[in-house]
C-alpha cells in the first residue's frame, strides 16, 4: 500500500506542477501592475502567513518528543491550542494564497483539492487524537480554528 501511495502522490505532483508550471510560463497574462494588485498582495501575505503556520506546526511535532522518548503526546502551541491539524491548515491557507496571487483555475484547482485531502486526514488524527487521548482538549475543532 505505501508504494501505490507514493505512485499516486508522484503522478499527482508531477501532473500539477506541469499544469501550474505551463500555466504561468505559456499562458499567464497579468497587467503591468499585477504586482501591485490587491489580489497578488492579499495572495502572497497569505502564502506567507500559511508557511510561517506551516513551518511553526511542523516543529511543534517534530519536537514532541525528546530523544530516545517513544509513545504518543498531543501537540500544543501555536495553533494546535485551537485544531488538531494545524499544519494542515497552514498548507492549505499557504496553497490558497498562491492560488489568489497567481489568479489562476490551476491555482485554485490545486488549492480545493489540497483542502478535500487534507480536511479529509485532518478528520482521521482527529478522531485518532480523541480515541487515544482521554485528557484530548474537547473544544479543539479539526482543521478550521472555531469554525471545523
Known amino acids: 500500500m505505501p508504494l501505490y501511495a507514493f505512485l499516486l502522490a508522484f503522478i499527482?505532483?508531477?501532473?500539477?506542477?506541469?499544469?501550474?508550471?505551463?500555466?504561468?510560463?505559456?499562458?499567464a497574462?497579468?497587467?503591468?501592475d499585477w504586482l501591485s494588485d490587491p489580489r497578488f498582495l492579499t495572495g502572497?501575505?497569505?502564502?506567507?502567513?500559511?508557511?510561517?503556520?506551516?513551518?511553526?506546526?511542523?516543529?511543534?511535532l517534530r519536537n514532541l518528543r525528546k530523544p530516545g522518548e517513544?509513545?504518543?503526546?498531543i501537540p500544543r502551541g501555536g495553533l494546535f491550542e485551537y485544531i488538531s491539524a494545524a499544519n494542515y491548515f497552514g498548507e492549505v491557507v499557504e496553497w490558497c494564497g498562491?492560488?489568489?496571487?497567481?489568479?489562476?483555475?490551476?491555482?485554485?484547482a490545486f488549492a480545493v483539492f489540497t483542502f478535500c485531502v487534507l480536511f479529509t486526514r485532518a478528520q482521521q488524527h482527529h478522531k485518532w487524537y480523541h480515541e487515544k487521548f482521554e485528557d484530548y482538549p474537547k473544544f479543539r475543532k479539526i482543521m478550521i480554528?472555531?469554525?471545523?
Open 12 to 27: 499527482f505532483c508531477t501532473y500539477n506542477g506541469y499544469l501550474q508550471s505551463r500555466y504561468l510560463s505559456q499562458y
Open 29 to 32: 497574462v497579468y497587467a503591468d
Open 44 to 60: 502572497s501575505a497569505l502564502w506567507l502567513i500559511g508557511m510561517l503556520i506551516n513551518i511553526h506546526s511542523d516543529h511543534v
Open 70 to 73: 517513544t509513545g504518543y503526546k
Open 98 to 108: 498562491y492560488a489568489l496571487a497567481s489568479w489562476s483555475i490551476q491555482g485554485w
Open 145 to 148: 480554528p472555531f469554525l471545523v
